[in-house]
């Protein structure tokens, strides 16, 4: 391969795919803000299959709240200008299943409500992108949120995020199996 071709990755296998990948790595996409800013913190985990195994071709994106609680409505989320927070990014797992975003924590958006991340993940072998939550470990409005108190222990666990040995936050998500991360009907 040669000129563009030979930069561009696939993308995760669909059932009409996989394509090149023209249009889905951008310089900074899994960095909504830059690194060293006030606040920042790195949200990373691993994106397993349904036997335990690390997915290497996945791609998770995240939504999320400013700080504040405000939803950004900047336009270009794909043209990182290193001060503009637009809420959203995007993240291809490597060759372990590792993913990494470097963000801030998300705020409230109501009195009352936890912060979250949105999270939608590509993989192969999905027949569409799957739907999920991150909420942050700890935050004491987690108790009375409509969808965690829907859940038993063990689910719940699946949707909260817990704080690494250097403060960082991860998420494993598991697309099938014991630990199967709880997924969400969007639409």
Known sequence: ??????????????TIGPYLGQGLPFTGDNQLVPHGTTGAICLHGVVYDGNGAPIEDALVEIWQAAPDGTVAQAAGSLDRDGWTFTGWGRAACDRTGEYSF?????????????????VVVFARGLLDKLF?????????????????????????ATLVATEDAVGHLRFDIYLQGDRETVFLRHG
């Open 1 to 14: 391969m040669t000129g563009l071709n030979a930069l561009l990755r696939t993308t995760p296998g669909q």
């Open 102 to 118: 470097t963000t801030v924590l998300p705020g409230a958006t109501e009195d009352g409500k936890p912060p979250f991340f949105a």
């Open 132 to 156: 999920t939550r991150i909420y942050l470990p700890g935050h004491p409005a987690n108790t009375a949120d409509p969808l965690l108190c829907s859940l038993d222990e063990a689910q719940r």
